[in-house]
């Protein structure tokens, strides 16, 4: 079964850092962009940062910009998110996208979008 699985969320204070990662697995042979995403409490889900399939272009969200770090590895169909000076209003539930995920379904190649199940980030004032 194919999936994208989260980790590193957690509580922190404000100005401190989490890492969070997001690895990929099942019967992939190739993934397009993928990203972070986040849902605050009542809000709607917006976009934190993008990366293309080979990681030439990345794109952030206005209010993290200069804060995160976004990064893949191909190698191991792994991504990350490195935010550092986090704020309150970054708490949120924080969710890996994949888009074109090529997998291989009865011999016959298919292209997904696929969502993990989110990590929550708690950034306390």
């Known amino acids: 079964q194919v999936q994208l699985v989260e980790s590193g969320g957690g509580l922190v204070q404000t100005g401190g850092s989490l890492r969070l990662s997001c690895s990929a697995s099942?019967?992939?042979?190739?993934?397009?962009?993928m990203g972070w995403y986040r849902q605050a409490s009542g809000k709607e889900r917006e976009m934190v940062a993008t990366?293309?399939?080979?990681?030439?272009?990345?794109n952030y969200t206005e209010a993290v910009r200069g804060r995160f770090t976004i990064s893949r590895d191909n190698t191991k169909d792994q991504l990350f998110l490195q935010m550092d000076n986090l704020k309150p209003e970054d708490t949120a539930v924080y969710f890996c996208n994949a888009k074109d995920l090529g997998v291989i379904d009865q011999l016959t190649p298919k292209y997904l979008e696929l969502w993990g199940q989110g990590t929550l980030v708690t950034v306390s004032s």
């Open positions: 990366i293309s399939k080979r990681g030439a272009t990345t």
């Open positions: 099942g019967a992939i042979f190739s993934i397009g962009e």
